[in-house]
């Protein structure tokens, strides 16, 4: 004969980890969309994993309200890429490179066209997306955009001039990307693994001999990279370092073409997504694709790879039917490193927190739909991340203090691992969520602001919403507490917030009892 004994406990559960933002197939149903995670593990208290809103977005210019502009853009739907130098601010607009003087207090209703463009961006020889690629040196500016034309504007002497490849080499040539290093400007022949350098210190002269071959596979081009006194040659399937050997080079004909190979850096990874590739200031980034199609995306530090994407993001990233014409930049955010990679065609948007390899989605509500996110590429200038809008002409400045999209609602959604406990009952007595409370609203101090919350007890369907109030400002006091919650075998929770204000998740605890039946 035997007696049935009950152990009764009663345990307190973090529900938000780093486990369900970075690492597992689980993610799959637990997304972060619009928050992004940051840890503390040296924090004693239960909680390691914040949730922090991502930034908003508000208009910085219109290139449609400066009238020397207005008639010219007016057809004009978006920028086609942007450029940094000297604190002059380049951007691509149809088939012409306008400049911004930012030193300038009229600089952002005035621009003065410094280059001409060869292609609109919607040839078969343009770009992917148009995009229209950049680099410097002693005062020059040089682009490209797919064409066999390279744009070229002299800063000091406010000269613009075209180069025809064609004529310069006697030959057929396309440039789609460029690169600058040690007085030199790189650029590619499109489709092929031959690349091109200028003379030194002058961008419009090009000698038909300056040429070599990257990638000895044959591997055609699709980015150059200046990167840590070397030059990375990203192929579609492998890169190659080189490096500027002038200093062993004793013949005159050597120096035509001073850049060598670096022996045994040959990296098998590289992209057929051109506007993916970017640099931080550790590392070069790009959506990576090898030859039986499987993408992830990586990060290269001095020839050595490591992987950014965990396994539920190459998950994902596997399921996309078209991830050509990704794009992506790097922003920083309270002092961390983001890459932000969008697919405009799978019209989704995801993020990482590089460090900590921490993903999210992002997205932006646009005719009448969440959707891939409107920020298409990024510059930091004068204090402030200047982004070009992917739906309209506008310039647009990314802020941590904003809380909208262009006047848009920023949707914020979390959901928390889905909770069970071998396959038993057990007894949720409360949950409590640790939020940002007292803030008010950013246009309305006396509203309170709503955080919506949803549970489930199969990990696909969710329950009434539930609105709890966030506070007035000033209103410290809030909690976000539910209690008697019932017994249940599976538990999860979403999170949504929708309002124009600051909305932190600082940690959301379950606080469970487990009766376990056990004979003696």
């Not at 396309?174 to 210190?201: L, Y």
């Not at 994407?309 to 955010?333: C, G, K, M, P, W």
């Not at 928390?416 to 396959?423: A, C, E, Q, R, V």
Request: aromatic share 12%; hydrophobic share 35%; glycine share 6%.
């Amino acid at each position: 004969m035997s007696n049935t004994t009950q152990n009764r406990q009663q345990i307190q559960i973090p529900l938000i980890t780093s486990h369900n933002v970075s690492k597992g197939k689980s993610n799959l149903n637990t997304p972060l969309v619009n928050w992004y995670p940051v840890t503390d593990p040296d924090n004693q208290a239960i909680y390691k994993t914040y949730w922090y809103p991502t930034p908003g977005l508000s208009t910085y210019l219109s290139f449609k309200s400066i009238p020397s502009l207005a008639g010219i853009v007016a057809t004009l739907s978006t920028s086609r890429g942007a450029f940094k130098y000297k604190n002059y601010l380049f951007v691509a607009l149809a088939n012409f490179v306008a400049s911004i003087d930012l030193d300038s207090p009229a600089a952002l209703g005035t621009f003065t066209n410094v280059m001409t463009m060869s292609t609109n961006g919607s040839e078969s020889h343009a770009n992917t997306n148009g995009a229209v690629k950049f680099a410097a040196i002693e005062n020059q500016v040089v682009a490209v955009d797919g064409s066999s034309i390279i744009s070229h504007y002299n800063i000091a002497t406010g000269t613009k001039t075209q180069i025809n490849l064609n004529t310069a080499f006697s030959r057929e040539v396309f440039a789609s990307t460029v690169s600058a290093q040690d007085g030199f400007f790189i650029i590619n022949n499109k489709n092929t693994n031959e690349f091109f350098i200028s003379n030194i210190n002058d961008g419009t002269t090009w000698n038909p001999l300056a040429n070599a071959f990257a990638n000895t596979t044959g591997d055609p081009i699709v980015g150059i990279v200046s990167y840590k006194a070397k030059l990375y040659f990203i192929g579609q399937q492998s890169t190659e370092v080189w490096f500027n050997a002038s200093s062993n080079l004793t013949s005159t004909t050597d120096f035509i073409m001073p850049f060598e190979k670096v022996q045994g850096a040959t990296i098998k990874y590289g992209s057929q997504a051109e506007n993916s590739i970017v640099t931080s200031p550790e590392s070069i980034l790009f959506l990576s694709e090898n030859a039986e199609g499987q993408r992830e995306v990586i990060s290269i530090t001095d020839y050595q790879v490591t992987p950014l994407s965990t396994i539920h993001i190459v998950d994902e990233l596997n399921t996309l039917s078209v991830s050509r014409d990704a794009d992506a930049f790097i922003y920083q955010q309270d002092g961390i490193y983001f890459y932000q990679l969008s697919f405009p065609t799978e019209d989704q948007t995801f993020c990482c927190n590089i460090a900590g390899k921490f993903w999210f989605k992002k997205d932006t509500w646009y005719n009448n739909r969440y959707g891939v996110h409107r920020a298409k590429w990024q510059i930091y200038a004068n204090g402030v991340n200047i982004c070009g809008d992917r739906y309209s002409l506008n310039l647009l400045s990314m802020s941590s203090t904003v809380y909208q999209d262009v006047g848009e609602k920023i949707r914020r959604v979390g959901v928390s691992p889905l909770m069970f406990y071998n396959n038993k009952n057990f007894k949720l007595a409360n949950l409590y969520i640790d939020c940002s409370v007292g803030e008010g609203l950013a246009t309305d101090l006396a509203t309170e602001p709503l955080l919506q919350v949803q549970f489930s007890k199969n990990g696909v369907e969710w329950g009434v919403a539930h609105l709890k109030s966030l506070g007035r400002t000033g209103d410290y006091d809030k909690k976000v507490v539910f209690g008697r919650l019932g017994s249940q075998k599976m538990f999860q929770v979403k999170l949504e917030y929708t309002d124009n204000g600051f909305c932190a998740i600082y940690g959301m605890t379950a606080n469970v009892v487990i009766q376990d039946d056990y004979s003696v």
